[in-house]
């Protein structure tokens, strides 16, 4: 699969980044926060014994809210590129005024997530092993598994479906009120 094994999150990081600057040139007084996201999947299934599935994806994007006089929308894009972003902004803008205000709508603050321990929380979240191994590196284990299954008890006539999968995904949030995560 291409580019799940060289996650960068400094390309997503850079990306957040230049779509906070350009949103706080739009106007001093809207607030706005990105929230990008790029991910892999893959796996594959046996139905009764046989290879059934094997599936590989990916996908990016991009998240954003925009608050202005109380009034928040929130759109999504795919792709990850700074026209995304803006054309993003545009339509989240057009959105604004047929938003009911909310008083207690806002953006969090840097402030209000200090303590996270976001770096014990990001060290426990990253498997390095994952999507090193063909797919079908793992077909014999399920196999195995699935005589095991009908092997380990005489009740046991038929195993329907039997399957492995990984995932991997890199997110990055900003906001233009200081928030980069």
């Known amino acids: 699969m291409l580019g799940c094994n060289s996650m960068d999150q400094g390309v997503l990081l850079e990306l957040a980044r230049s779509g906070i ?19 892999w ?37 795919s792709g ?11 339509k989240a803008r057009e959105q604004l005024p047929f938003i009911p205000p909310d008083p ?10 200090e303590g996270n321990n976001e770096a014990a929380l990001r060290s426990t979240l990253n498997d390095e ?3 090193l191994d063909p797919l079908t590196s793992y077909l014999p ?12 008890d ?3 006539k038929k195993v329907l479906q039997i399957g492995y999968g990984e ?10 009120t200081g928030v980069e995560t």
Do not use: C
């Not at 600057?21 to 991910?39: D, I, M, T």
């Not at 207690?104 to 997530?113: A, C």
């Not at 284990?141 to 380990?152: F, G, P, V, W």
């Open 80 to 90: 990850l590129e700074i026209s995304t972003i803006k054309d993003l902004y545009l």
């Open 129 to 131: 092993s994952l999507f």
């Open 41 to 77: 999947d893959r796996g594959l299934q046996l139905q009764d014994g046989r290879l059934e599935l094997i599936q590989e994806a990916a996908d990016e994007g991009i998240g954003m809210r925009v608050l202005h006089d109380q009034r928040m929308a929130f759109v999504y894009g």
């Open 21 to 39: 600057k350009w949103l706080k040139a739009q106007s001093a007084n809207v607030e706005a926060e990105l929230y990008l996201y790029r991910g």
């Open 154 to 156: 005489s009740r046991i």
């Open 141 to 152: 284990q399920l196999e195995e598994k699935h005589i095991q299954a009908i092997e380990s």
């Open 167 to 176: 995932n991997r995904a890199e997110v990055v949030v900003a906001s233009t």
């Open 104 to 113: 207690y709508r806002n953006l969090p603050s840097p402030s209000e997530l």
